[in-house]
């Protein structure tokens, strides 16, 4: 079962014991398209109901086409509070066609927790049991919300419940209805429930508002899950970034870990020519406020410059994804060959490495995306670390993989998914090979 798996629990930076109390949960929407993802996120963090015809979602979409078509297609993050608590609530895509953005913002935001929306007139779809799969194979926490309540027949939502009770069973997890914590010990119920794999359940309604009340209480009290080391070398991930007029660039992301501060000098990265690009911190803002420092678990947005002032900051090659990073880790993390330990979910034939066993010289190894952290990359099995050199579904098994294209900012410890085809495995490093 997966619950018994290495590959759920980071062993790396250790957290700092003092955490603070301000750092926002961060909680990633997953489902079916269809299913009221979107509308939901918009429900919570507008406080708003639906009309029925999609009202709500309108708020959250960031394209054309998708309020045209009424399916995300983008990573959505919208910042609210729930029931005077500090959330990020991220919205990412349903459909099978946009699921590559789908894990790639699964891997990137690194959330406290996921949120499985199910239609309860849909049942559970190919697009459901592979977001739960890929949720719970990287260690996630979940908690299962059954919309559509309002124009479901009783009989079809009980047997899409039945459903999930089968689909959670074979992780060796069990569903509970929120209905069923205690009110007076819902603190202390819901850290052994996720402690006993109990995943919470709760029916709602974004129309009638049905149960919507009884999600914000279960998202005010949620225990927070990620640790933040406040006392290391500083980390900040990109998830986005844009040009104001008169400013030039800005990132926005998160400090993974240590303290950001005004005027550090750090390193971008990586970049299509393996290498690092030396910014300086203009100015950081967070929620819209100028601030001097900022510790390891916040967004903000922070305004750049390049070091060198013989370059425009607008040549900066920046994508979503990368890094800024204290000198010291750009250099002992940058890499494109690294093992890891990895356990092949589903394949359909044999995986094997670039030895060609018959003519005992290097080949073609088995290739396969890897989302990582930021990281969105082709990358090729160079070696089995064991006698046959060939693996099947349900393997587990030491390998080394490499990137295909150009250098990244590896972590160690950093549990990932790679993909191809219908092809799934997951996996956990354990070493960079400089």
């Known amino acids: ?88 609530l991220i919205d990412l895509c349903g459909h099978e066609r946009y699921l590559k953005t789908t894990l790639f913002g699964l891997n990137l ?10 239609g309860a007139n849909m049942g559970i779809s190919k697009m459901t049991l592979e977001h739960i799969t890929m949720a719970l194979s990287l260690g996630y926490k979940l908690m299962i919300c059954v919309t559509k309540i309002d124009i479901s027949p009783e009989h079809i939502t009980k047997a899409t419940i039945e459903a999930l009770q089968k689909t959670v069973e074979k992780y060796g997890k069990q569903l509970c209805p929120l209905n ?17 794999n109990i995943i919470p359940l709760i029916k709602i309604s974004n129309v009638k508002g049905t149960g919507i009340g009884k999600l914000k209480t279960l998202i005010k009290r949620l225990p927070a899950i990620r640790k933040y080391n406040n006392q290391s070398e500083v980390e900040f991930i990109v998830d986005d ?51 001097k420092t900022l510790t390891a678990g916040h967004h903000c947005t922070i305004g750049i410059k390049e070091t060198n002032k013989k370059k425009s900051s607008q040549k900066i090659n920046i994508r979503r994804g990368m890094v800024a990073v204290d000198p010291k880790l750009s250099t002992s993390r940058k890499g494109r060959v690294f093992t890891a330990n990895i356990y092949i979910l ?57 990137f295909l294209y150009h250098d990244e900012y590896i972590t160690p410890h950093s549990k990932f998914i790679f993909r191809e085809g219908t092809s799934r495995g997951i996996g956990k490093i354990t070493d960079i090979i400089n």
């Open 346 to 402: 589903h394949h359909q034939t044999t995986i094997s490495d670039s030895r060609d066993k018959v003519n005992k010289q290097d080949g073609h190894g088995y290739q396969a995306i890897i989302h990582c952290n930021g990281i969105r990359q082709s990358a090729e099995i160079i070696k089995i670390h064991n006698d046959t050199g060939y693996i099947r579904c349900g393997d587990r098994v030491k390998a080394d993989f490499r």
């Open 109 to 118: 935001v690194n959330p406290d927790y996921c949120v499985i929306v199910v």
């Open 1 to 88: 079962m997966l619950q018994n798996s290495i590959f759920l629990h980071d062993k790396g930076d250790q957290p700092s014991d003092q955490i603070e109390k301000n750092i926002p949960l961060r909680l990633v929407f997953l489902g079916n398209v269809d299913s009221g993802k979107t509308t939901l996120v918009s429900v919570l963090s507008k406080q708003k109901l639906d009309n029925g015809k999609g009202s709500a979602r309108i708020n959250i979409f960031k394209h054309p086409h998708e309020k045209n078509s009424g399916r995300t297609s983008a990573i959505a993050m919208e910042f609210c509070k729930v029931n005077n608590r500090k959330s990020i």
């Open 241 to 291: 970034y844009f040009q104001l007029k008169g400013i030039g660039l800005v990132l926005s992301g998160t400090v993974s870990r240590g303290t950001l501060s005004v005027g550090d000098s750090l390193e971008l990265g990586t970049n299509k020519n393996n290498g690092f690009t030396s910014i300086d911190i203009k100015s950081i803002y967070l929620d819209d406020q100028p601030v």
């Open 180 to 196: 069923m914590f205690r009110v007076a010990t819902m603190d202390t119920d819901l850290i052994n429930s996720f402690t006993d």
